[in-house]
Structures are given as structure tokens and as C-alpha cells.
């Protein structure tokens, strides 16, 4: 036995080498984190799970996070990869509940990549930049041979500050909150799935890519007791509320007939065989507030949020023993089926 | 003519897509920093032109930088790619005077990159985090399809506190300054190419990557007058000086007699056609310091810096008119040439 099956605590045998649902933002992403990236670097900050890491420079509570985007096509309706590695990032902050100031950027250019790609994206990425409110104050490129790369990868990472006294953490979350999504589901996956089948529907499904630092700063300036923010992106609705509920050992219950979906989304869905809630967007989130204040919060995201639709979609319940069945939805039809992790690979290469 | 050809500033006749030079640290990477990003994301922190952003939060000055790594192979004589992107985003927010405390982590990973090989990565970056004082805080893993990426791609972006009221920076440095160079040059880049080419030395060399945070703070602890630092990756010694000189408007003559150089980097640079001081280095830095100075500098890098062989290479001059030219070099048999950026494409993905 190696060094390695020895001590790395991913099971060997099960998973010798990486997989397209490594990446997914599923289970196995999940446990590749937890029992790979946490053991190897662990210290307070991963340890909250958050969208980002909370830090704190000269008594300023600042979040600190990164993505890579490999998203194909580089294009697609809605948006473009550009677009989406700035808001992506920018909505990372957000969920910290920090505002957005400072962006990096990193390219990977595979060889042979046009320039004229290359400057559409980063003019996309100065717009996106801008419409965020945020400099992209530094950057990185790096050129590799053709067939080793996938036209271009972007990676950014940014800086926020927190200007408030709330901790906004999966753990914060109580029974009896509310749980609220600021708009329609599953555009985004629908949107780049639809453009990789060849799919054509009356109306194109547009990406919902958007930054989400204006909805949840209104939410902060009106006091609203926010206990837990997560931008839906891989996995989806569903994934996030599974990995909330088991940090804050609550359970949930969503009315799936409350969970705003497009009605061209879903015809795409049962074309595909996907389930909206397992969707990945790229410019909704949940929110998880105290109970009297879910009505004024619904209405601030409703006039803030991308999209418009928001909707409340459910509480939280006493959590009980079982990682199982934590998060429950109800039927159109009112029978109630388990929520569970996203298994397996739905949408590679979706962000 | 598209819109691209008429607004891209980039000579689209001339480069209608990105080569492999456009990623090598030299003049066509130059090229498109300065023709591409820079105009797009137009604002103060990137004009610096630094190894990374100088911000301020709430009063606090802050280092912020990123870098991807995209090295091959993944493990190589004195270090691997994990090792390779801890070191090099904390000596980029060295090279601005700060103190790195924070790091993100990105990877993108090739479909089928043993789990083994994955960890292994892993957990030299956690040791390589150790050893230079800094946290791992928040991560991304993506996955891409196999024949769509290369083994892993990994970018780091850190944050580092500035605690001293120096400028540290290329505007900085001033005729008179002394130029240091903290240790011998070459060894990283040739560390990866004799491994490529499969070149066998009496002595294998080994990679200089290294911290270097800790010379950096013990030079500030000792109040030298440093007017710029800079790490000599891509491009080697020559294109950090010729960059130093064009911010500056100065003209830096060089002794190559005091450029510490090993003998075995010598020979493999003779075999495979390269000049060592184009050849990146991971663990070494050029110091600008006031004249007065120079002598308890070279005495404290040489006690900090890894390799234990700074040296004093040379002085700046006045700046004469011409771009060209800046940076001279004054042989070993007492010929002045013209040191040069490096044009085109000398070790592709060494970083």
C-alpha cells in the first residue's frame, strides 16, 4: 500500500483518478472537499463553508473568494464567460454579504485562440465589471500548447468588505425562517444545455447571469435579519439547500409549487431529462431570513433582484438526527419526496 | 472590417490569434497587457504595472495578486506545480513590500488525473503555505473533459498588509540606486528543461522555488531605503530590468562578471541554446536600493534570501531618450551590449 492510499482519506478504490462529477458541485465535489482540500489545508476560515472566506484586515471584516470558469461554449445566450467569471465572483461576495470592490484575473489561453475572442471576452468582463460596481485591479496570463487547454479559462478572485454586524453563515440559519429565491430557476444550465443539443424553442432561453451585490445590499440597508445567502450556481436549488440544512443541522420544506421555473425551462428540462432544481443559475439566490421580516424582504428582492420573480418558497424545520431527508419538497400534486444532494455528473462545464 | 479590427488595439494583421510568446513574460506578453488589458480595464491599481495591486482598506494598505500555473510537468527537481503556486503569489505580494497573509486556490483539473497525483499536489501546497506563513482560506475545484485541459491547472491570488510608508515600486528607483540580485539565476528554468529534454548532469539541478517573503520583511525590519522589488519569473533577470528601466525613465548598467550563475546552469544553458539571464527563476528576486544602503542589504539578503548567494550586479543611470537600449550589459571580456526583452517564445509553460 502506496503513501497515499494510506493516508488520503478518499476511498481509493471507489475513485482512483478525478471525474467530470468531481467538478459538478455534487456529492463528489462535496466529498472532495471535505475529505481532500479541508484535512490538507485546514484552518478556521475553510471550515465555514462558505461562499468565501471571512477575514479580518485592521478590524475590517473582509470576504475573500475565487472561481475558475470553464464554461462551453464561450458564448452562449445571456451571456459569455466573461460575464459570468465577474459576476460569479462578484456574487460569491455577496452571499458573504459583504459589498464587492476588487476583482483579479487570471487567463489560461490555449494557442491558436483568436484575438478577437480573446478582446470580446475581456471587454465583457470590463462591462460586467462595471455594471457589478467593481476594478479589476490585477491580473495574470498564461499561453498553453494547443490540445492542452479548451480555448481560454478565466479565474478570478475577489476582495469585499463587510460593513455590517450580522453573520451570514449556513450555521446562522434557525428553525422558522423563511426561505425566499430571488427569481425564476434553471436559465442558465437551460441556456448553455440548450445551445450544446441543438435545441430551438419559440423563445431562447437567455442565461440569467447577472451580479447580485445590489438585491442583497438593499436587503442589508433595510435591516433585514439575514441569517444565510447562496448564489444557486452548480447543483442548483437543490444542492445548496442540502448543504445548508446539514451545516445548520435544521431541516427544510420547499412548496415546489411556490419554486418560480419558465415555462420554455421546463419543456427543456423534460426534453433533457434534467430537474430544475438540480439546475445550475448564475444570478439567483436563496435567502434564509427571520420569519417577520419575510415579507419585507420578498418585496426588496422583487424590486432588486435580477429577474423580478422572487418568491418564498418555504421554512426551516427543527433539524432531526439523520443526514437523510433533510430537505423535503412538496409536490404539485402534495405528495412529499426527499430533496437530496445532486448525485453523479448533471451539467459539466456549466460555469 | 469587423468591429474587432477596428477598435482592437493589438496589430490584428500581425497576431490574428495567441501564440505560445504571448503567455513567455516577454515582449508580445507585454504587448498584450498593454494593447489589450490595460485599456479594457482601465483604472490606477493596474497602471502600476506592478506584481500585484496596492489597495486601501479602511486605512490599511493591501497587497492583492494572482497568478495561474500551467507548469510542466506537474513534478520537477525541487518542486511541483502546488509548491510553484503558493511560493509565486506570496513572492508577488512580497515584491510589493507586503506582508502575504492570505491565499485562494483554483484548480482545473483534466478528467482522469489520478487522485494520487491530486493530493500529492495538495500537500505541498498546504507544507509550501506553511513554510511561508500563509493561510490557505478559500478554494474552487473545476473539472474539464480528458483531451480539454493538461493533468491540473492551479491559480492562486493573495493578499498581503503593507506596514511601512515606503513606495515600493518601478516609479521609485532613482539614478544611484544599487541593483542586487538575491541569489544565483537560472536554476528553475533549467530544472524543467533538462527534465523535458532529458538532459542527465553530474549534479541534477534543482529548482529554486522558494518564499521569499521572509528576505523581503528582514529588509524592511532594517530600514533599508528599497525603492523596487521584483521577482524574476518569466523573462528572467533581463526582461524585470528592462520593465524597472521603461517605468522608471532610467538606464540600468549590469556587470555579468557579479551575476551569480552555477556552473551546471551554465552548461545546460550552453547545450540547449538559452542565456541564463532570460531563464525564470521561482525563488529569486532583483532589489532596488538607495546607494548608502546597498552594502547592509547584500549583508541581510545574504543571511534570508534561499541560495544564500546575493550579489550587488550593477547601478542606475540617468534615462536617456530612447526605449530602446535601457538596460546594458557589460561582458566578461568588457564588451557593453544592449540587454533586451525577451522577444518571442524561450520556455513555454515553465510556470
Known sequence: MSDFTATCPIPFADYPSVLMAHGGGGRLTGQLIEKLFLPAFANPFLSQQHDGAL??????????????????PLFFPGGDIGALAVNGTVNDLAMCGARPLYLSAGFIIEEGLSMETLWRIVQSMSRAAEAAGVQLVTGDTKVVDKGKGDGVFVNTAGIGIVDHRLTIAPASVLPGDAVLVSGDLGRHGMAIMSVREGLQFETTIESDCAPLAAPVQALLDADIRVRCLRDLTRGGL???????????????EIDERAVPVREEVRGACEILGFDPLYVA???????????????????????????????????????????HGRVTLKSRIGVIRILDMLTGEQLPRIC
Chains 1, 2 share one sequence.
Request: charged share 20%; proline share 4%.
Open 55 to 72: 477575514l479580518e484586515i485592521n478590524g475590517q471584516r473582509v470576504a475573500f473568494s475565487t472561481d475558475s470558469y470553464v464554461v462551453q
Open 238 to 252: 437543490s444542492s445548496a439547500l442540502n448543504e445548508i440544512a446539514d451545516a445548520s443541522h435544521t431541516r427544510i
Open 281 to 323: 443559475n448564475e444570478g439567483r439566490l436563496v435567502a434564509f431570513v427571520a420569519p417577520d421580516d419575510a415579507e419585507r424582504a420578498l418585496a426588496i428582492l422583487r424590486a432588486h433582484a435580477p429577474g423580478g420573480e422572487a418568491a418564498a418558497i418555504g421554512f426551516v424545520q427543527p433539524g432531526g438526527g439523520s443526514r
